[in-house]
Structures are given as structure tokens and as C-alpha cells.
């Protein structure tokens, strides 16, 4: 997965990005894996909110294509039910913050704060990728997830980080995809190519 | 531009009542009530921020959030109490023990706190408008709402500047 010097540049001003990926298996972690890699703004730590996948599943995801050096921490929202449905893996040999319950997203939001201000304090500069939109999404209204995803945005962008927010482009009708763009600084676009634009742009 | 926040003052003693509002008159615009019937008869959109007195009678604390919940208000609820060391919400609290400064800082808190969950309100809807342009390939149109959108974008970035990321998130997503 490669992008142009436009892409970049977008990217190095961009705060909170939407991910637009095919409903391919550990599209979005990877995908988040490589554009964290290939970002000029370097980051000392990912952290990753994990919702249907698990913390687990998707740091594996990660580590194929992500390089050993950043430190990894999860915020794992599990209602129960995901190890009943799937076998995809349990706790996560990383730190892994639990949260209850994915129509919670005061808790998730106060909790990804709460890991934002450790790190801040630690000097770490933060990437953060949820995933996904997508999940929260079958859980939550949308007006409910689109200002958690606005506010979050806020959020990050007081501690000079990055949240890529991953929406299977496929799962939803476009007004869906376009209301959640303007609700970010640029949207990458993964369908073969990569498309990188500016909000403004879209 | 200094906005001036709508505040409902409810308790049932009127002189308590009058007292408070007129420590918050310099800053905001008050009602007063002094039954919960009449607390509920003053919720409007426009409300910032109402203060309800567990005096006012028995279920009158729920009787108003359920109200606030139930219209779908965008004002943030707080409950008046003598101290700090009941069994109410911290978050909600609101001591009329403390100095006027205070009481007026904390009546103030929450205001701001309506105010980003009301202009985030705004934004949603209008993004909402634009993402159906889009969608049916109307760009004059969209361009204009895309300039409403930068102007509101604007005044949610002054309406969040106050706020901690947890005020910012209970604003938006407590809904009592």
C-alpha cells in the first residue's frame, strides 16, 4: 500500500482520519498499521480500541506489517458475547483496558482519556485507531456515534495525536460514509488504490 | 460575543429561590420555580441549564430528569444541595453552600456544557443536510451548506475550548 507526496502531506495536518477499507479480514488493522508506518508525524505509542474483533486478533493484524519499535496498548470493549461467537483469541500479552459494554460510549470516550493523559504525561505522542465505526454502529444510533467520533477527534487533537477511525465503506450507505467524513479532518480510501483527501475535498 | 446562559432555578422556598437566581442574574438569564410542575412548564429548548431542589418533593429530582431525557433537551441538569457530602452525583451536584463565586462558576460549568452539546447538535443536523446533497449530486447547494458548516465548526471549537475531555464527553453523551 502505497501513497503519493499529496497524500502525505494531507495526512501530516490531519488529526482525525477516517478509514475507508473493503469487508476484508484485518483490513483496517493493517491498513492503520501501514499509514502509522509510512506518516511523517511519528508516534510512540498505538493504541487500539478493539469492539467485535478482539485486542488480541488485531494486534497480530498489526505486527504483519507494523515494525517492533511503537508500544501497544488496547482498549478492548467486549459486551460477552464475542467469545461465544468467535475464536479469535483472549487476553493480549500487551496492556488491555476493559470496557463493558459498546452502548457505553461515555465509559469508552473517558477511558480512551484517561489513557491519552498517561501517555501525555509520559511525553508519548499517541496514534490512536478504533475498530471499528462500523462496529459501534450496530450497537449505538448514529447522531450518538457521530458525536462521539466528532468529540473524540477533539480530544486527540489537544494531545498532538492521530485517531483513525476504520468504517467498512461497504457495510453502509453512502450519506452514512459522507456524515462520518465530515466529521474528521481527511478520509483515506482503500478500494485497490489509496485515495487520500482532505474533508474538505470529499 | 458573551452569551448570556438560560438557567431554572427550582426549590421550594422562595426566598432561596430568589437568592440564587439573583447571584446568577449578572451572568445569565433566570427563571425561577417554585413547584415541580412549574420547573417542568419552564423547560424549553432554549434552557441551558436547570437547578432542581430535592425539597421540592418527593420524585422531584427524577421527575425533571425523566423530563429533560423525555423532551429531548440538550440543557444539562443539576442538583441543588446544602454540601458536598450527600449521596448525589458529584457530577451533578451543585452546592448552595459554596460562595457565590463558586456557585456561580459551577452554574457556569455547566452551561458551557450545554452549549457544546447544543452546537454539536446543530452540526450533526447540517451535516446531515449535506451528506444528502451529496448524495444527490447537488454541489452549488452543498457548497453553501459547506460554509454554514466551517462557521459552525468554528463556534464548536470556541464551545469546546473551555471543557476537559470528560466534560466533553458527559456533555454529549449523558443523557441523565
Known sequence: MTMGDDGHEVLADATSVLLLTPAVRDAGASAAATLFEQGSKPHDRVVAVTVSQSAERWVQAWKRHAGPLTEISCIDVDDGTRSARTADGGCATMPVEQVASPSDLETLGRTVSNVLERASDDDERVGLAVHSVTDLLHHVDEPTVFKFVYTLGEVVRRTDGTVYFHLDAGAHGTETVNTFAAACDAIVELDGDVTVREQSNW | ?176
Do not use: N
Open chain 2, 1 to 176: 460575543m458573551t452569551v448570556r446562559h438560560l438557567v431554572i432555578v427550582g426549590s421550594e422556598d422562595p426566598s432561596t429561590t430568589d437568592e440564587l437566581a439573583a447571584v446568577l442574574r449578572d451572568t445569565c438569564t433566570v427563571r425561577t420555580a417554585y413547584s415541580t410542575p412549574e420547573v417542568l412548564d419552564r423547560l424549553e429548548p432554549d434552557v441551558d441549564v436547570v437547578l432542581v431542589d430535592p425539597g421540592l418533593g418527593e420524585d422531584s429530582v427524577e421527575t425533571v430528569r425523566d423530563a429533560v431525557a423525555g423532551r429531548e433537551l440538550d440543557c444539562q441538569f443539576g442538583v441543588l444541595s446544602t454540601g458536598t457530602d450527600d449521596r448525589t452525583d458529584d457530577d451533578i451536584q451543585v452546592s448552595v453552600a459554596a460562595s457565590e463565586r463558586d456557585f456561580r462558576e459551577r452554574v457556569e460549568q455547566l452551561a458551557t456544557r450545554a452549549r457544546y452539546r447544543k452546537t454539536l447538535e446543530e452540526y450533526y443536523e447540517l451535516v446531515q443536510a449535506s451528506a444528502e446533497l451529496h448524495a444527490e449530486d447537488l454541489p452549488a447547494q452543498r457548497d453553501q451548506v459547506q460554509r454554514r458548516l466551517e462557521a459552525l465548526g468554528r463556534r464548536l471549537d470556541d464551545a469546546a475550548a473551555p471543557l476537559d475531555a470528560e466534560a466533553l464527553f458527559r456533555a454529549v453523551l449523558d443523557d441523565g
